[in-house]
């Protein structure tokens, strides 16, 4: 039978879990709640029974049981160590899911970020594939990126990445990190739907709404959406400088705005760049499926099957088509 790899990506509020083969197709796909209001320990389990109702639907997909599993979460990670470090969004600290899990499931088992493992995803199969140097930016709730540099995710003990805690107002609005004025305070997708309520005095759903609205011709919409924008190339422009990416991804729910997000940022971003590698700028390929698909892969390498951005491990069609969907 064919091999597959278990991979779990942990949200707040939903776990997206999969099984993919070896030729990183999506044979089965499920969600589950992220039971958080219980206690980290409930989600801990959570985990658990989700790998195992996962690992139990190999033999009816024709797959053989799982040879690894591959989990991804959000917080700083210790990959190395298999340690989740700390997530508020969840509760749990320093805590050892890799051995846990390796010794409920008695498989072995890869613990990731999950913001990393989206990137690695994008760069094996998604928007970036065939480019060794991507940096992956997901504007969502908050803001993080991926940077994979010669094939390779930047750990740096979990803590590489924190790009949304630059800071771009060096007296804006304090931020949940302790600082003022970081990028995720003018551009996450909460960001631009916060700044243009407290302006217009309106309420607005998220950023979509206030795309909408520039897209209609609103000034303060425009305004700012341009400020967001702003702060994105600054930022981009360091990371650029610094890591010299052939193509910058961008995920999240800012991207679907699309025209009015990409276009601008590669032209300001062109702008201002001199020496530099000049990146191409692209949406996300996989959308909310790029952290699963980014845990199997981890899966995978520790099977000793190392997918990277040379070798040939399926497409995007692979991932996207072929993949059942089931409901709990």
């Given at each position: 039978?064919t091999r597959?790899?278990?991979?779990?990506d942990?949200?707040?509020?939903t776990?997206?879990g999969?099984l993919v083969?070896s030729?990183?197709?999506v044979?089965?796909?499920?969600?589950?709640?992220?039971?958080?209001?219980a206690g980290?320990?409930a989600?801990?389990?959570q985990?658990?029974t989700?790998?195992?109702t996962?690992s139990g639907?190999?033999?009816g997909?024709?797959?053989?049981a799982?040879s690894?599993a591959?989990?991804?979460?959000p917080?700083i990670?210790?990959?190395?160590a298999?340690v989740?470090?700390v997530?508020?969004?969840v509760?749990w600290?320093?805590?050892?899911?890799a051995t846990?899990?390796?010794?409920r499931?008695?498989?072995?088992v890869?613990?990731g970020?999950?913001?990393?493992?989206g990137?690695?995803?994008e760069?094996v199969?998604?928007?970036?594939?065939?480019?060794?140097?991507?940096?992956?930016?997901?504007?969502?709730?908050?803001i993080a990126?991926s940077?994979?540099?010669?094939g390779?995710p930047i750990v740096?003990g979990g803590?590489?990445?924190?790009?949304?805690?630059i800071?771009?107002?060096?007296?804006g609005?304090p931020c949940?990190?302790?600082?003022?004025?970081c990028?995720?305070?003018v551009?996450?997708a909460a960001a631009?739907a916060?700044r243009y309520?407290a302006r217009a005095?309106?309420?607005?759903?998220?950023?979509?709404?206030?795309?909408?609205?520039?897209?209609s011709?609103?000034p303060v919409a425009?305004v700012v959406?341009?400020e967001?924008?702003?702060?994105l190339?600054t930022?981009?422009?360091?990371a650029v400088t610094l890591l010299?990416?052939e193509v910058v991804?961008?995920?999240g729910?800012?991207?679907?705005?699309?025209d009015l997000?990409?276009?601008?940022?590669?032209?300001?971003?062109?702008?201002?760049?001199?020496?530099?590698?000049?990146?191409?700028?692209?949406?996300?390929?996989?959308?909310?499926?790029?952290?699963?698909?980014?845990a199997?892969?981890l899966?995978w390498?520790l099977?000793?099957d190392?997918a990277?951005?040379?070798?040939?491990?399926?497409d995007?069609?692979?991932?996207?088509?072929?993949?059942?969907?089931a409901t709990?």
């Amino acid at each position: 039978m064919t091999r597959c790899v278990v991979a779990l990506d942990v949200g707040g509020t939903t776990m997206k879990g999969a099984l993919v083969d070896s030729r990183r197709t999506v044979r089965f796909r499920r969600s589950f709640p992220t039971p958080v209001e219980a206690g980290p320990d409930a989600v801990v389990d959570q985990i658990g029974t989700a790998f195992e109702t996962l690992s139990g639907q190999a033999h009816g997909a024709g797959l053989a049981a799982p040879s690894a599993a591959g989990l991804v979460v959000p917080g700083i990670v210790d990959e190395a160590a298999g340690v989740a470090v700390v997530a508020a969004n969840v509760g749990w600290r320093d805590a050892p899911l890799a051995t846990l899990l390796r010794e409920r499931l008695g498989l072995p088992v890869a613990l990731g970020h999950d913001v990393r493992a989206g990137g690695l995803a994008e760069s094996v199969l998604g928007a970036g594939a065939g480019s060794r140097d991507v940096l992956f930016v997901a504007l969502g709730t908050g803001i993080a990126a991926s940077c994979i540099v010669d094939g390779r995710p930047i750990v740096a003990g979990g803590y590489a990445g924190e790009i949304g805690h630059i800071v771009v107002e060096p007296d804006g609005d304090p931020c949940g990190c302790g600082g003022r004025g970081c990028l995720e305070r003018v551009a996450s997708a909460a960001a631009v739907a916060r700044r243009y309520t407290a302006r217009a005095g309106v309420e607005v759903a998220g950023a979509a709404g206030v795309a909408a609205a520039v897209r209609s011709g609103d000034p303060v919409a425009r305004v700012v959406w341009d400020e967001a924008v702003s702060a994105l190339v600054t930022v981009l422009h360091t990371a650029v400088t610094l890591l010299g990416p052939e193509v910058v991804v961008v995920g999240g729910g800012l991207a679907e705005a699309e025209d009015l997000l990409l276009a601008p940022l590669e032209a300001q971003l062109d702008k201002r760049l001199t020496f530099q590698r000049r990146p191409r700028i692209a949406r996300a390929a996989l959308g909310d499926q790029a952290g699963c698909l980014g845990a199997a892969l981890l899966a995978w390498r520790l099977t000793g099957d190392n997918a990277g951005p040379d070798s040939d491990a399926g497409d995007v069609g692979d991932v996207g088509d072929v993949g059942k969907d089931a409901t709990p």
